[in-house]
């Protein structure tokens, strides 16, 4: 393996385990572990901070995942010349590129609003919003991933 496509593929990785392995702690620790122990007063505002830090992180890795896949696509001669698991990888992660935008754009937005506000109900509503689409998000995530490993041998 040439070593930029081994440079390209390095940053790719560890930029998908960051948003992949991000989604799996919000989902199964950090939010789990709000609800049980905080009240929605203390609770929703640590989330909204949570995520918002988590989101930035996110938009970052989504620009170097597109970045690097495209850059490796291009060392291997072109979409003509990588196989099909690469067409699916970019298709799915695509549709996560645009759930997270719509996450990030309507339900987070009216969730910083409704912290602000101190409108727990409508703020706990959203975040409900945020933790259902960023389990699909999850899910496309591992099936990504399971493409990247398996996808050579399919």
């Known amino acids: ?12 990785l560890l930029a998908a385990a960051f948003w992949v392995g991000g989604m799996a702690l919000m989902h199964f620790g ?28 996110v938009s970052s890795a989504i620009g170097l995942l597109l970045a690097t896949g495209f850059g490796m696509v291009w060392l291997a001669g072109g979409f003509a010349n990588v196989r099909w698991h690469v067409h699916a990888m970019l298709a799915i992660g695509l549709v996560m590129t645009a759930i997270y935008l719509h996450i990030r754009l309507a ?19 959203q975040l409900d919003t945020i933790r259902r ?17 398996l996808g050579r041998a399919l």
């Open 107 to 125: 339900p987070f937005v009216r969730l910083k609003r409704a912290v602000a506000a101190r409108a727990w109900p409508v703020a706990a509503a």
């Open 1 to 12: 393996m040439p070593v930029p496509y081994a440079d390209l593929l390095l940053l790719h």
């Open 133 to 149: 689409l960023v389990a699909v998000n999850l899910l496309l995530g591992v099936v990504v991933f399971a493409l990247a490993v």
């Open 30 to 57: 950090v939010r789990p572990a709000a609800v049980a122990t905080l009240e929605p007063a203390q609770r929703l505002p640590f989330l909204a901070a949570t995520l918002a830090r988590f989101f930035a992180g």
